[in-house]
């Protein structure tokens, strides 16, 4: 084995043109970063208040073609906002899968609820629409109250009120299904695609096909603001919604302070969204770059049995985020890290279930046997822009 993870190794150091140590994803910052910048510091506002801020939601939303976008300080925060305009309380819950970034469910727990975890479809990582199906229509039962259809959780007793699937490094979930299987039940979608700005599902960007989606412009994400969100939405309520709570619910006023509920400190800074606008510029292009990359990776790996790399699923155009191969073994796949990690190539593997979490680990799961057979096996690799 050790002959095979040398060859990689090497590959990826080849490529990587030998820098000392490749991590895993880095930012590229070859735009008009500094210029943006340093005219928002200029101008004084570098808070929450300023033109970066607005252009940079504009941007996004022409890009991904929604109505409207709400920056937020990360996507976390985003998810946390949307989750409970949605409609999410305390002790209901809130179907997603287990394999994820925790930030995908701590959002559910800020707010009292519970997720519900369904498996991942082999072929898109996400979220599956048979077990989701499967899941809705044998565990769960319709009640009226007030007139109005809920779904009750038959296993837990508890309400379910929101669906949140992810589209996991960039690769498109079946996200037309799961929206279409969501609506026949009365349950809102809400996209968690943080790490797939760029990626399209038949020709729709990610995003924009439930309630709501979620970006994330974090440090290690395709393109970054330091720290970031953004909520997209084509539902008018819905976005004037997160964006009273993200800023204190406070009314417009010139001078007067009211707010009419409790509210968030979650607007993202003028400062960031110079970083953002600029960042967007070249989107484009550092996904051209990427789908190079994964170019070579994918010819590379043809070349082992013992490792798969991960295509994109029919119907999409990815962003390339992260690159992905899935071992034959858990052993050999730990063996492969540590060899690397020793030869100072970062690759990464797969978060540890999130249903395996200590805070996690009493929720209803169903059927994660997808989930629980990759998660171990799969390994991420070096992905920047090149
Ligand atoms: C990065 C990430 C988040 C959280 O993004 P932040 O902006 O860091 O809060 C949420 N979900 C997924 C799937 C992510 O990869």
Known sequence: MTEQFQLIVDF???IFANQQIIPLHEPKFIGREREYVLSAIESTFVSSVGQYVNKFEFEI???VNSKFAVATVNATSALHLVLKVAGVEANTEVITQPLSFVATVNPIAYLGAKPVFIDISPQTLSLDP??????LSTQTEQKFVNGRKIIINRNTGRRITACLPVHIYGFPAQIDQIVEICQQFGLPVIEDAAESLGTFYKNQHTGTFGLAGVFSFNGNKIITTGGGGMVVTDDMDLAERVRHLSTQAKLPHPYEYFH???GYNYRLT???AALGLAQLQN???FIQRKQWLAKQY???FAGFENIKFVTSPEFSRPNYW???VIFDSFKTRDDFIKFAHKNKVLVRPAWRLLNTLPMYKDCYVYNIDVAQDLAPRIVNLPSSVI
């Open 12 to 14: 990826i150091r080849k």
């Open 61 to 63: 939303a022409k890009y």
């Open 130 to 135: 048979q077990k989701l199906y499967d899941f």
């Open 260 to 262: 009419d509920e409790v």
């Open 270 to 272: 003028n400062l960031q």
């Open 283 to 285: 989107l484009d292009y």
């Open 298 to 300: 994918e010819e590379f």
């Open 322 to 324: 992260l690159n992905t």
